[in-house]
C-alpha cells in the first residue's frame, strides 16, 4: 500500500516561480491536508479539504492556493514563490474528521532562493 | 484558541535511562490527543492517541502516555529508552469548530540518546 505519496520529494525554485506540490492517497480517505514543518514551530496548517468539493483556509494560507482535484488528490501551489516559503511541506489525509488521525507523506523539501 | 506546547525542545537520555516527554493543550472540550514521532527526513508516524476512557493509552514501540485532565497534560513516556528512539516527537490536539477538522501540532522535541 502506498499510502500517501508526495511528489517532488526535493526542489528548489528561484523568487517569483510558481509550482505546484501534488499529493495523492489511495487510502479512500476523506479529509486531506497541506502543512508546512518549521524549525522550532512544528508543523503549522495550511489548507484543508473535509471532503470532495470543499477546501478551508488553516493557520498560514497567505500565499498558497489548493485544488481537491478529486477524492484522491489534493495539490499545493505557490503563485509566486518567496523565500519565506523555504520549508518542508507534508500532505496528510484521514479517513473522516481529525480525531481519527492522520497518515502522512514523506514530505517535500522546498528552497526557494 | 486551542493550541499545543512542548516545554523541551531538546532532552538527551542515556540508552537504557527511562523518557518522559512533557505536552500540554488548551482546549476548552474534551481533547482528542496524539502523539506522533519523525525520524529524520521522514514523514510522522502516529505512536498513539487518546479519545476517551482509560487515561493511560498504550502505543506502538513500547510508548505510553497518561491524560491528566486537571493538569491539562498528556505526556508521553517509555521506561527504557533504546538507541532507534532518537528523533522528534510531536504532541498534537484535535480541534476545530463544529467537529474536529484538523490537528494542531505542538513546537516538537527532539530526542538525542547517548550509548
Known amino acids: 500500500n502506498a499510502g500517501v505519496t508526495q511528489t517532488p520529494k526535493f526542489q528548489v525554485l528561484k523568487t517569483g516561480q510558481s509550482m505546484t506540490l501534488q499529493c495523492a492517497q489511495d487510502m479512500n480517505h476523506n479529509s486531506m491536508y497541506w502543512y508546512r514543518q518549521d524549525p522550532g514551530m512544528g508543523l503549522r496548517l495550511i489548507y484543508y479539504s473535509a471532503s470532495e468539493g470543499t477546501t478551508d483556509k488553516g493557520e498560514v494560507p497567505n500565499g498558497y492556493n489548493v485544488s481537491r482535484l478529486n477524492k484522491r488528490e489534493f495539490s499545493l501551489r505557490l503563485e509566486s514563490a518567496a523565500p519565506s516559503q523555504t520549508s518542508v511541506y507534508f500532505c496528510?489525509?484521514?479517513?473522516?474528521?481529525?480525531?481519527?488521525?492522520?497518515?502522512f507523506g514523506s514530505g517535500t523539501r522546498l528552497t526557494v532562493v | 484558541a486551542q493550541s499545543v506546547t512542548q516545554p523541551d525542545i531538546h532532552i538527551t537520555v542515556s540508552e537504557g535511562a527511562s523518557l518522559e516527554l512533557r505536552c500540554n493543550y488548551s482546549y476548552g472540550a474534551t481533547p482528542y490527543l496524539f502523539w506522533y514521532v519523525q525520524s529524520p527526513g521522514q514523514g510522522l508516524q502516529l505512536l498513539l492517541k487518546y479519545f476517551s476512557g482509560d487515561t493511560l493509552v498504550q502505543g506502538i514501540k513500547g510508548f505510553e502516555a497518561e491524560f491528566k485532565r486537571s493538569q491539562s497534560s498528556f505526556n508521553l513516556r517509555k521506561p527504557s529508552v533504546h538507541w532507534s528512539d532518537a528523533a522528534e516527537y510531536f504532541c498534537a490536539v484535535g480541534a476545530g469548530s463544529g467537529g474536529y477538522n484538523k490537528l494542531i501540532f505542538g513546537a516538537g522535541t527532539r530526542l538525542a540518546v547517548h550509548p
Open positions: 496528510a489525509s484521514s479517513e473522516g474528521t481529525a480525531n481519527y488521525g492522520y497518515t
